[in-house]
């Protein structure tokens, strides 16, 4: 996968190498207003595409975060696209300030994949679960648990990143991809799942224990 030992995440190069080039033509150009502002834009994106080390829980039975961010939702749901049942549903909702690279929340096997394009609705709002830009995986674990975990497009992200493909073995706190400019990730646990997180709650990929598999 990518970005593995990489402290910035490859998918901004791009973004820093433009700004930090546009300031560099508005410094020889004695712009110094523009230069100013193009060179904070630089800054600002290497700090957006940052991507720092995480200490990864250990625990067969846990999942993690997928995402740096806040609780907006955790609720029983019914969830028939894919798992065909009442399930456990947190989303964490990623600020442009959050980190945004996205990691793995359980060991297991990709058995299933899906991308649908859609609008781009304020992410912290329910209604982005369905309506919303995304793409998703299914999970299923040794134990033959399955999860499902979604990438959606907020109001600014306009590109979701997946490295994962069907029948790739992930390992729980792995990166696995990002979105651009702020958004949010959904995961679905089997209903069974013991979770103490709740509405409001700050988490960390990789880190904070979101439930555990019973």
């Not at 959606?152 to 073995?169: C, F």
Request: proline share 4%.
């Amino acid at each position: 996968m990518r970005n593995k030992n990489q402290p910035i995440a490859v998918e901004g190069y791009p973004f820093i190498g433009l700004f930090a080039f546009i300031t560099v033509v508005f410094a020889l150009l004695e712009w110094s207003f523009f230069a100013v502002i193009f060179l904070s834009l630089t800054l600002f994106t290497v700090y957006f595409f940052r991507n720092p080390d995480r200490t990864v829980p250990q625990g067969d039975d846990l999942v993690i975060s997928p995402a740096d961010g806040k609780v907006v939702f955790v609720d029983l749901v019914q969830e028939d696209r894919f798992l065909n049942e009442q399930v456990l549903k947190i989303s964490v909702f990623m600020s442009v300030f959050n980190v945004h690279v996205n990691r793995v929340p359980c060991s297991g096997k990709v058995v299933d994949q899906f991308y649908n394009k859609g609008q781009f609705v304020n992410a912290a709002l329910d209604k982005a679960s369905i309506e919303n830009e995304q793409g998703g995986m299914v999970i299923e674990t040794a134990a033959g648990k399955k999860l499902l975990v979604v990438q959606i497009a907020g109001l600014i992200a306009r590109r979701i990143v997946t490295y994962p493909v069907v029948g790739d073995v992930l390992e729980r706190g792995q990166r696995y991809g990002l979105i651009r400019f702020g958004s949010r990730v959904d995961v679905y646990l089997p209903k069974d799942a013991e979770t103490d997180i709740k509405l409001g709650d700050r988490c960390v990929a990789g880190e904070t224990v979101l439930g555990r598999l019973v």
